[in-house]
């Protein structure tokens, strides 16, 4: 079953794995739109396998499956290894400056007291007003 342009008709999740494995591939470059790639990804590596079950079974040609998962895979690796760096230079950041925190912390806490104790001082009095009412 092959087409004017070569290719057979079994390769078609070969096709969409690609499609949906570019985009992926791009996104995972974009800081913030990780879950976009990871979700893409995934898409791309699950029909790039069954597209490659396919062409196997049908003995078609297998290599946009191929470059679909292997695009799928690359842009939840490229993903997590930017997580994982950036979760990393932020836990840096902090063990670096943590005597600094802590001081900010305390001092939050001594100013939440004060605050505490000064609310505490105020001593509110409702008086009540009788009015009667003459005929």
């Known amino acids: 079953m092959e087409n004017s342009s070569g290719q057979s008709k ?7 794995a690609l499609i949906i494995g ?3 591939i791009i996104t995972s470059f974009i800081p913030c ?10 898409i791309a590596i699950i029909l790039g396998a069954i597209g490659l079950s396919k ?8 290599t946009l499956s191929k470059v679909g998962m292997i695009l799928g895979i690359v842009s939840i ?5 930017r997580t994982v760096l950036f979760v990393g230079a932020i ?3 902090l ?22 104790d000064s609310l505490d ?15």
Do not use: C, R
């Open 10 to 16: 079994d390769d078609s999740l070969g096709i969409v």
């Open 22 to 24: 570019i985009p992926a």
């Open 33 to 42: 739109f990780g879950i976009f790639a990871i979700i893409l990804g995934g």
């Open 55 to 62: 062409a196997k079974k049908a003995a078609a040609s297998t």
């Open 77 to 81: 690796v490229v993903v997590i290894i």
């Open 91 to 93: 836990g840096s950041v």
């Open 95 to 116: 063990v670096s400056h943590k005597d600094e925190i802590t001081k900010a912390i305390d001092s939050v806490a001594i100013e939440s007291a004060k605050v505490q």
């Open 121 to 135: 001082a105020i001593e509110i009095t409702t008086d009540t007003i009788k009015v009667e009412e003459t005929k």
